[in-house]
């Protein structure tokens, strides 16, 4: 089992700078996600990072902007986000699976992310 906790959402204004922390206890995981969720649209993959950080993906529209990384000894994921736009406003969630190729069956509780214009 993998719990998971997250923080540091919070209201900014565009072109701010938000850092969303997510701690995993009991065991270390394989990979590590944030995906977000907009009011009225789908959930995306915003970022994920698998075990030796090698492994990296970002979707189109964060590529340049965040930055995803680990903290091994910490067991922690971060998302560092800069330039902050409006859409990308949403709930952000952690998630993280134990094996490789595995499904991501272990989510955080979400924290929002608010940008205003």
């Known amino acids: 089992q993998v719990q998971l906790v997250e923080s540091g959402g919070g209201l900014m204004q565009a072109g701010g700078s938000l850092t969303l922390s997510c701690a995993a206890s009991e065991r270390t995981p394989y990979c590590m996600a944030w995906f977000r969720q907009a009011p009225g649209k789908d959930r995306e993959t915003v970022a994920r990072?698998?075990?030796?950080?090698?492994?990296?993906y970002y979707i189109d529209s964060v590529k340049g902007r965040f930055t995803i990384s680990r903290d091994y000894a910490k067991n922690t994921v971060y998302l560092q986000m800069n330039d902050l736009k409006p859409e990308d406003t949403a709930v952000y969630y952690c998630a993280a699976t134990l094996v490789r190729g595995g499904s991501f069956n272990y989510w955080g509780q979400g924290t929002r992310v608010t940008v205003s214009s």
């Open positions: 990072i698998c075990l030796s950080s090698s492994t990296v």
